[in-house]
């Protein structure tokens, strides 16, 4: 059975950083891991995804301040995001795609306030 745990998440200062992790267990033949966020009052968005051979995508608002990347072996993906912001604050969820399916984590909250 497919199961996504999300961890990292948090309250942090501005200009602060946070590591998000997410382990997929029960999911075979993936093509894409990703991230994405909903902040409230607004729709689920695109952070950053990256592909089995490794190519990576960001959304404008986040390249050079988030860093996608996965370890295969545990088949885990991680945000690392730096100069955070109040308005990255959202419900970030980790989203998988894979070949019988797309898969998404409960979402873990990330805050970003003095």
């Known amino acids: 059975q497919a199961h996504l745990v999300e961890s990292g998440g948090g309250l942090v200062q501005p200009g602060g950083s946070l590591r998000l992790s997410c382990a997929a267990s029960?999911?075979?033949?993936?093509?894409?891991m990703g991230w994405y966020r909903q902040a409230p009052g607004k729709q689920r968005e695109l952070v950053a995804t990256i592909t089995s051979g490794g190519n990576t995508n960001y959304a404008d608002s986040m390249k050079g301040r988030f860093t996608i990347s996965t370890d295969s072996a545990k088949n885990t993906v991680y945000l690392q995001m730096s100069s955070l912001k109040p308005e990255d604050t959202a419900v970030y969820y980790c989203?998988?795609?894979?070949?019988?399916?797309?898969?998404w984590g409960q979402g873990t909250q990330v805050t970003v306030s003095s």
């Open positions: 029960g999911i075979r033949f993936i093509i894409n």
């Open positions: 989203r998988v795609v894979a070949g019988l399916g797309n898969y």
